[in-house]
């Protein structure tokens, strides 16, 4: 049973028109992330939320906002996509932030096109 | 210089073989290290935390070097589908923010 869940998995968007990706978790787990992958690269840590409390990494661009209405969800906002945008989208969760819980479970990611 | 780095290969090896490789970090104050393997176009899965006394899943061996500062991971009689990419991922203190390596590929073939 899938445990985190991306919706869409594959999305296409605009120059500039904003979109909105999701991830569903069903872990109850404490913590929410988004990271941005490119192309034989690292995943990047955009923000990660601990219960409701965000966390925004220094590097991350304004374009970027994150939302987590309750405990199972959490989506991504891209305000205005730019070409450089285009990257698979993951989402994680991990129990807590330390040990063992620190643990991430990944959801299948969402592949953004922006055209 | 990097909070993770890997040597990204590949490693191209038959099938049968043993094949190794390293991860450095650069925070000697991190607690905290996985692998991950990744295939392609897919997403990150736990393959296995790492102890501080290094530990065994099945034909995997990962060890910890706190000393030199890597953690390496071991294949053992490799079989074609542990061809994937193969991601070291450690804890980075003060905040606990979890840093991933670029990856190493490995390529098991017939």
């Known amino acids: 049973d899938a445990m985190v869940i991306q919706n869409p998995r594959y999305q296409v968007t605009q120059f500039g028109k904003p979109v909105t990706l999701s991830c569903s978790q069903t872990?109850?787990?404490?913590?929410m992330y988004w990271y941005q992958q490119k192309s034989s690269q690292a995943p990047k840590l955009l923000f990660h939320?601990?219960?409701?409390?965000?966390?925004n990494e220094a590097d991350t661009p304004d374009n970027f906002q994150s939302r987590r209405p309750n405990t199972s969800f959490c989506f991504l906002d891209i305000r205005s996509p730019g070409l450089g945008d285009a990257a698979m989208y993951l989402c994680?969760?991990?129990?807590?932030?330390?040990?063992?819980?620190?643990?991430?479970?990944f959801g299948p990611g969402t592949r953004l096109t922006v055209t | 210089r990097k909070e993770v780095e890997q040597d990204p290969g590949p490693f191209n090896v038959p099938e049968g073989a043993t094949v190794a490789f390293n991860c450095t970090y650069s925070?000697?104050?991190?607690?905290?290290f996985f692998w991950y393997r990744q295939d392609c176009r897919k997403e990150p899965k736990l393959l296995m935390s790492?102890?501080?006394s290094g530990n065994e899943d099945g034909r995997f061996t990962a060890q910890l070097n706190r000393a030199s500062q890597y953690i390496s991971l071991l294949i053992r009689d490799s079989k074609l589908s542990d061809s994937a990419t193969y991601l070291c991922?450690?804890?980075?203190?003060?905040?606990?923010?979890?840093?991933f390596g670029a990856g190493t590929t490995v390529t098991v073939r017939a």
């Open positions: 994680a969760t991990s129990r807590d932030l330390t040990g063992e819980d620190y643990e991430q479970y």
């Open positions: 872990l109850n787990h404490n913590v």
């Open positions: 939320y601990y219960d409701k409390d965000f966390n």
């Open positions: 925070n000697s104050a991190s607690q905290s």
């Open positions: 790492v102890y501080s």
């Open positions: 991922v450690v804890n980075t203190p003060p905040l606990n923010k979890l840093s």
